[in-house]
């Protein structure tokens, strides 16, 4: 079945430092992905949806300025936390769509110190 | 706007014992309506699909789900459970766009324990 990659799976920073996190479709295409937010024992929480080539659409509440999400290929989706701060400690899971199915990573633990 | 509310924040069921998780929706069109399992650390795995047709749907691991449109449910069954079913369960509903569904709602989850 497909695949959606994400890396790293777990990553710890300080305050203040900006984090990537890269969500990759290994063995198809997808046109729309998707970003969420998981904090513990909590449900998934959109944050913005990107299609490749275009901006990401965000959902209410979430600060575009300080998720960066950029949709270079049909393959790859980049999350960026920037100026990052413990409430942004958090299991970010991405997802992919292509017509009739969707697809989710394994997701990424960020903490920030 | 669509919505989903699953009543049941934990159930605890023990081993070979039936296992039946709640799933409302609250949408005004047919929905498509989604259950995905999440393992500890893990991200979510598709579990079953309903998007028309048969209302009855079967799904990997052993799990269905029915939708029943006159009561905005959508709840999955398993008729024995094993130790490894132990997850939290995820309902979700998406509107239908085009060949497609939009973004889609999950509900607060279900943690499923498992006792021998």
């Known amino acids: 079945g497909a695949v959606v990659s994400q890396h790293p799976s777990w990553v710890i920073c300080k305050s203040g430092t900006s984090v990537k996190i890269e969500c990759r479709s290994l063995?198809?295409?997808?046109?729309?992905m998707f970003w969420y937010r998981q904090f513990p024992k909590q449900s998934l929480m959109l944050m913005a949806t990107?299609?490749?080539?275009?901006?990401?659409?965000?959902e209410q509440g979430v600060e575009k300025d300080k998720f960066l999400i950029n949709h270079a290929s049909l393959t790859l989706s980049t999350l960026t936390v920037t100026s990052a701060h413990p409430e942004d400690s958090s299991f970010y899971i991405c997802?992919?769509?292509?017509?009739?199915?969707?697809?989710f990573g394994p997701g990424t633990r960020l903490t920030v110190t | 706007a669509q919505s989903v509310t699953q009543p049941d924040i934990h159930i605890t069921v023990s081993e070979g014992a039936s296992l039946e998780l709640r799933c409302n929706y609250s949408?005004?069109?047919?929905?498509?309506l989604f259950w995905y399992v999440q393992s500890p650390g893990q991200g979510l795995q598709l579990l079953l699909k309903?998007?028309?047709?048969?209302?009855l749907v079967q799904g990997i691991k052993g799990f269905e789900a029915e939708f029943k449109r006159s009561q905005s449910s959508f709840n999955l069954r398993k008729p024995s459970v094993h130790w490894s079913d132990a997850a939290e369960y995820f309902c979700?509903?998406?509107?239908?766009?085009?060949?497609?569904?939009?973004?889609?709602?999950f509900g607060a989850g279900t943690q499923v324990v498992v006792t021998p």
């Open positions: 309903y998007f028309s047709g048969d209302t």
């Open positions: 979700a509903v998406g509107a239908k766009t085009g060949d497609s569904w939009g973004k889609l709602q």
């Open positions: 990107s299609n490749e080539g275009s901006k990401a659409t965000y």
């Open positions: 997802s992919a769509r292509v017509p009739g199915e969707q697809y």
């Open positions: 949408y005004g069109a047919t929905p498509y």
């Open positions: 063995d198809f295409q997808a046109t729309t």
